[in-house]
């Protein structure tokens, strides 16, 4: 089974940050800092199918869950605190259920434990109509999006995700 990456920063307490939906482990990399300042061993972790991790057709929070756990064995960290944003939080949640012991501290931002129904897909539509092998440059994804997508924000921060898959080939970093 592959390990999720992970940037680590600091020493001292195990803390896992846990991003979310279409977000990596370095949107969190400032306040990472500020957490390994204050003295914790602060893992910024790249969930299945985000960032620099690896892709798999099949994703639940069940999933996502064991892939912590395997992570932390594999690091050999015995009990962590946990922050989970969004789609992280709902991920950190499941763990926390189902592996108390391994669970020192959680915090849960802007998610709760309840259903949502599919509210992302103006999003994923807008990404699916990006034309990447005609794309030279991150404006040019930009401007395909704002047709799609008027808020900048939401547009530069997915635009986070496109990187260089070789010399003239962009790529987007989620599955």
């Given at each position: ?6 940037i ?7 803390l896992?940050?846990l991003?979310?939906f279409l ?7 400032s306040?990472?800092?500020k ?10 972790i790249d ?10 057709d ?5 999933e996502?869950s064991g ?10 960290i015995?009990?962590?605190a946990?922050i ?6 709902k991920t950190?949640m499941?763990?926390a259920?189902?592996n108390?012991?391994l669970t ?9 434990p ?6 992302h897909?103006?999003?994923?539509n ?8 005609e794309?030279t440059s991150?404006?040019?994804?930009d401007?395909q999006l704002k ?11 997915l ?6 898959k070789?010399?003239?080939e962009l790529?987007?970093?989620?599955n």
């Amino acid at each position: 089974m592959p390990i999720n990456h992970s940037i680590i920063l600091g020493e001292g307490e195990p803390l896992c940050i846990l991003h979310g939906f279409l977000g990596m482990s370095d949107n969190w990399k400032s306040l990472g800092n500020k957490y390994a300042e204050a003295g914790f061993e602060v893992h910024l972790i790249d969930q299945r199918n985000h960032g620099k991790s690896f892709w798999s057709d099949s994703f639940n929070y069940k999933e996502m869950s064991g892939d912590l756990k395997y992570y932390l064995e594999h690091y050999k960290i015995k009990e962590t605190a946990l922050i989970g944003h969004s789609m992280g939080g709902k991920t950190a949640m499941e763990f926390a259920c189902n592996n108390p012991e391994l669970t020192s501290k959680l915090i849960v931002a802007d998610i709760a434990p309840r259903y949502y129904p599919p509210h992302h897909t103006q999003i994923l539509n807008a990404l699916e109509q990006l034309k990447l092998s005609e794309l030279t440059s991150r404006n040019e994804a930009d401007t395909q999006l704002k047709a799609y997508i008027s808020d900048q924000g939401i547009r530069q921060f997915l635009l986070k995700n496109l990187f260089w898959k070789e010399k003239k080939e962009l790529a987007l970093r989620f599955n």
